[in-house]
């Protein structure tokens, strides 16, 4: 989805290098955030309150050790109080966040989509380590995530047309022209929801029958709905193509390492899922076109 209408310095008349230096920043301040949620979600705890704390010592951390990157590195990786190591997590969600944040703004530009890229980079790489973590995927992340791609798809068509939705333009959503366009883009949502939950689901029932295990949590089905609903049908099949291609092959990697050959080793699929959805986003389109040209001419 590269939809360049201005540069950031056409339009604010700073240097590229500027917009580039503040995303950074924001990335690794809101990747700072994110510790706190990965931290504290899945223990339904709050995250506004209290200040974060050192988990041996109790001291609570002073601002000006709390800034993203630089105070682990200051610090030496140790609490300033106590001298407990600090997980070298810490200050990697935070680098993660800001490069990632640094490739949705050169991939995007400076647009109105650039806000909802953000926004839906976070909501996955909070996924992806509350799955890694904790092996699920919290309703307080998947289903405002679904309200959110709701809502985009519903006010987004009214000011910017088709635009941002490469989906409205093909099938079967293409044969609705004489529909508005907010109502297409809503079915879109619905659609690609389907396509993404639905078929997780379907696997997971079909796994369940010839098997008898749970293979496929709930906690997929519905991050994969949310994901659909933005992303629209095709995207949605690439990132389950990338999560499951990726999932395999490191799965095939883990199960070969382990002692005992047991092939009902849990493996945290919503991470795979979460890599597939954030290069979906990004390059889904380049990278559809060129399986198109490569594989269909
Ligand atoms: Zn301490």
Same mark, same amino acid.
């Given at each position: 989805?590269?939809?360049?209408?201005?540069?950031?310095?056409?339009?604010?008349?700073?240097?590229?290098?500027?917009? +580039?230096?503040?995303?950074?920043?924001? $990335?690794?301040? /809101?990747?700072?955030?994110?510790?706190?949620?990965?931290?504290?979600?899945?223990?339904?705890?709050?995250?506004?309150?209290?200040?974060?704390?050192?988990?041996? *010592?109790?001291?609570?951390?002073?601002?000006?050790?709390?800034?993203? @990157?630089?105070?682990? &590195?200051?610090?030496?990786?140790? *609490?300033?109080? *106590? =001298? @407990?190591?600090?997980?070298?997590? +810490?200050?990697?969600?935070?680098?993660?966040?800001?490069? &990632?944040?640094?490739?949705?703004?050169?991939?995007?530009?400076?647009?109105?989509?650039?806000?909802?890229?953000?926004?839906? !980079?976070?909501?996955?790489?909070?996924?992806?380590?509350?799955?890694?973590?904790?092996?699920?995927?919290?309703? /307080?992340?998947?289903?405002?995530? #679904?309200?959110?791609?709701?809502?985009?798809?519903? @006010? +987004?068509?009214?000011?910017?047309?088709?635009? +941002?939705?490469?989906?409205?333009?093909?099938?079967?959503?293409?044969?609705?022209?004489?529909?508005?366009?907010?109502? /297409?883009? #809503?079915?879109?949502?619905?659609? $690609?929801?389907?396509?993404?939950?639905?078929?997780?689901?379907? !696997?997971?029932?079909?796994?369940?029958?010839?098997?008898?295990?749970?293979?496929?949590?709930?906690?997929? !089905?519905?991050?994969?709905?949310? !994901?659909?609903?933005?992303?629209?049908?095709?995207?949605?099949?690439?990132?389950?193509?990338?999560?499951?291609?990726?999932?395999?092959?490191?799965?095939?990697?883990?199960?070969?390492?382990?002692?005992?050959?047991?092939?009902?080793?849990?493996?945290?699929? $919503?991470?795979?899922?979460?890599?597939?959805?954030? @290069?979906?986003?990004?390059?889904?389109?380049?990278?559809? =076109?060129?399986?198109?040209?490569?594989?269909?001419?």
């Amino acid at each position: 989805m590269k939809i360049l209408l201005a540069s950031f310095e056409t339009l604010t008349g700073l240097p590229e290098l500027v917009g +580039y230096i503040f995303i950074f920043t924001f $990335g690794a301040a /809101v990747g700072s955030f994110l510790n706190v949620v990965i931290h504290r979600v899945p223990n339904d705890e709050s995250i506004i309150f209290p200040n974060s704390a050192c988990p041996k *010592c109790s001291n609570r951390i002073k601002f000006y050790d709390n800034i993203p @990157i630089l105070s682990w &590195l200051l610090l030496g990786g140790k *609490c300033r109080n *106590c =001298k @407990i190591p600090i997980s070298i997590r +810490y200050p990697l969600v935070e680098l993660l966040t800001a490069l &990632l944040f640094v490739l949705v703004f050169w991939q995007i530009g400076f647009n109105a989509f650039l806000p909802v890229c953000l926004i839906f !980079v976070t909501a996955i790489v909070a996924l992806i380590f509350i799955d890694a973590e904790h092996m699920i995927l919290p309703d /307080v992340i998947n289903f405002p995530l #679904l309200f959110f791609a709701l809502l985009v798809r519903l @006010i +987004y068509p009214l000011f910017f047309g088709s635009s +941002y939705f490469s989906d409205l333009q093909i099938f079967p959503l293409s044969q609705m022209e004489t529909y508005p366009v907010w109502m /297409v883009s #809503l079915l879109g949502a619905i659609l $690609g929801g389907l396509v993404g939950g639905g078929s997780l689901w379907l !696997v997971g029932e079909i796994w369940k029958r010839l098997r008898g295990v749970d293979a496929m949590g709930l906690g997929d !089905v519905k991050m994969m709905f949310a !994901v659909g609903a933005l992303l629209g049908w095709r995207l949605t099949l690439l990132t389950i193509f990338l999560g499951a291609f990726s999932g395999a092959v490191i799965g095939i990697f883990v199960i070969a390492r382990q002692k005992d050959k047991d092939l009902q080793t849990q493996i945290p699929f $919503g991470i795979f899922l979460g890599i597939g959805s954030i @290069i979906a986003l990004l390059f889904g389109e380049q990278i559809v =076109k060129w399986y198109l040209t490569m594989f269909a001419a």
